[in-house]
Nanobody, 114 residues
Framework: QVQLVESGGGLVQPGGSLRLSCKVS????????MGWYRQAPGKERELVAD???????NYADAVKGRFTISRDNAKNTVWLQMNSLKPEDTAVYYC????????WGQGTQVTVYS
């Protein structure tokens, strides 16, 4: 069973930064496509960013230029560096892995408040 453990969420003021981490408990991590979704209260879950096994990246328009996704296959970990945070970034952020079956993390809360 593939497990994803997230960390790094929290409270931050607008303009601040957070770094989310997602560690995957599977030796085949390097062939997984990885990414992050988020879900704000009353809204549908939306894709934030993803990074493929060959390190190609995609970002939602709302986060381009502010968020950076990266991975380290030696550490079985993917990160989401979030800079210039805005109140509208407030959501629960979920890490996912595709192998091709999709696995999900438990979610981590990010709250951007004034």
């Amino acid at each position: 069973q593939v497990q994803l453990v997230e960390s790094g969420g929290g409270l931050v003021q607008p303009g601040g930064s957070l770094r989310l981490s997602c560690k995957v408990s599977d030796r085949h991590f390097s062939i997984f496509d990885m990414g992050w979704y988020r879900q704000a209260p009353g809204k549908e879950r939306e894709l934030v960013a993803d990074i493929s096994s060959d390190f190609s990246k995609n970002y939602a328009d709302a986060v381009k230029g502010r968020f950076t996704i990266s991975r380290d296959n030696a550490k079985n970990t993917v990160w989401l560096q979030m800079n210039s945070l805005k109140p509208e970034d407030t959501a629960v952020y979920y890490c996912f892995a595709v192998s091709p079956r999709t696995y999900w993390g438990q979610g981590t809360q990010v709250t951007v408040y004034s």
